[in-house]
């Protein structure tokens, strides 16, 4: 028994080290095997890396490509969202504080800032969650915010609303209850909880006069 613990340190340091030099291992150009590349002439060798340059442009590109679509889809999706407010008639925009906030975030409960959200009926609103420590934002945490016209509910999937999750956190009320201002402690399995409160937007309040 004294034998085999005295081996399993060297045993642990021999590991480390081949698995130092697997990392460190050399990476040829279009992942050609070590020995191919030795017996490669050095114009096939140019060949090579000319077309893996060529290659990692186009990943960048793509990349970059990706990174503008997204960007745009939500400019879009921000430009949509800020003409239904605009839009909204009665009783179909809320507008919410959640006080006291706790967000699951690194794989325990941890003190947010306080959330503001504007919510639109039938449109789902991304926001953040920020978690900050000597004045700094330590950790961050994204989650969605869907009403249906009675139902707020809070999710950390886009779409997940549909599902009635488990982590979803949600507050249900009438037109009425959300007019005199809602106010309930909500929680979200291992995402969300705190204390909410919601009310209609003040332009949301009066029903519209038909002409």
């Keep these: 028994m004294r034998q085999l613990m005295k081996t399993i340190p060297a045993l642990l340091i021999t590991l480390s080290i081949v698995v130092l030099l697997m990392g460190c291992a050399t990476r040829y150009p279009l992942d050609i095997p070590e020995e191919q590349w030795e017996a490669m002439t050095a114009e096939q060798r140019l060949q090579a890396r000319q077309q893996q340059a060529a290659l990692d442009q186009a990943r960048a590109e793509q990349r970059a490509a990706e990174a503008r679509a997204r960007e745009e889809e939500a400019a879009r999706q921000r430009a949509e969202l800020e003409v239904r407010r605009q839009e909204a008639g009665f009783g179909e925009r809320v507008q919410c504080v959640l006080r006291e906030a706790e967000a699951y975030l690194g794989g325990s409960w941890r003190s947010v800032q306080p959330l503001a959200l504007d919510v639109v009926q ?53 037109t009425s209850d959300y007019r005199r201002g809602l106010s309930e402690r909500i929680e979200g399995h291992r995402f969300l909880r705190g204390q909410l409160r919601c009310d209609l937007h003040p332009a949301s309040v009066v029903p519209r006069r038909r002409n």
């Design 122 to 174: 039938g449109m789902e609103w991304g926001f953040e969650m920020q978690a900050v420590e000597d004045g700094r934002v330590r950790r961050r945490g994204t989650g969605y915010a869907h009403f249906d016209g009675t139902r707020l509910t809070l999710c950390p999937r886009s779409g997940q609303y549909q599902t009635h999750a488990a982590a979803c956190a949600q507050v249900v009320g009438t």
